[in-house]
């Protein structure tokens, strides 16, 4: 991304039966010069149809008028690519409001941190403000309907 030093990029390398196949995707963002596209990943299967899906940061994004406020796209996984939604704490049912240098999404983690069977996706922000849990359910994914701020950060061992 000529002259966007910070705009950060993702690309997805396809598997195929005999390991990772030749072809390969670049996720196509139109980002500013610092939106720190793919700064964190988390990889699973968010809604439980057996393909993997995605979890990218971009947690220096504008969100509004509120610089470096951050958020999460997270790319669902199916045979006809990568589709998406967009998280941030101006989302409709996240808990909190976006707040400038928050850099939600620096750090992403997808465990089943309820117990419950599905993979769930903690997002941390900058020194671990604002740690946003979004639940999955089920053959949705994750999504915003049982969203809760919670004390742990993205960012713990594995």
């Known amino acids: 991304m000529s002259?966007?030093?910070a705009a950060g990029a993702v690309?997805?390398?396809?598997?195929?039966?005999?390991?990772?196949?030749?072809?390969?995707?670049?996720?196509?963002?139109?980002?500013?010069?610092?939106y720190s596209f793919g700064t964190a990943l988390a990889t699973g299967d968010f809604n439980g149809d057996g393909k993997p899906d995605l979890a990218v940061s971009a947690s220096s994004e504008k969100v509004g008028s509120v610089s470096n406020a951050g958020g999460?796209?997270?790319?669902?996984?199916?045979r006809g690519g990568l589709?998406?939604?967009?998280?941030?704490?101006?989302?409709a049912g996240v808990p909190g409001n976006a707040a400038q240098y928050?850099?939600?999404?620096?750090?992403v983690r997808l465990r089943d941190i309820?117990?419950?069977?599905?993979a769930d996706l903690l997002i941390s922000g900058q020194?671990?403000?604002?740690?946003?849990?979004?639940?999955?359910?089920g053959a949705s994914g994750v999504?915003?309907?049982?969203?809760?701020?919670?004390?742990?950060?993205?960012e713990f061992p594995q």
């Open 3 to 5: 002259g966007k030093v």
């Open 11 to 34: 690309t997805v390398l396809w598997g195929a039966k005999a390991g990772l196949g030749a072809k390969a995707t670049r996720i196509p963002v139109t980002a500013n010069s610092s």
């Open 72 to 78: 999460v796209h997270v790319l669902r996984g199916g």
């Open 83 to 91: 589709t998406g939604s967009w998280f941030t704490r101006a989302t």
């Open 102 to 107: 928050q850099m939600f999404g620096l750090g």
């Open 114 to 118: 309820d117990r419950d069977g599905d």
């Open 127 to 137: 020194n671990g403000s604002g740690n946003v849990l979004l639940r999955s359910a």
């Open 143 to 154: 999504t915003v309907g049982a969203a809760s701020e919670v004390g742990v950060r993205a």
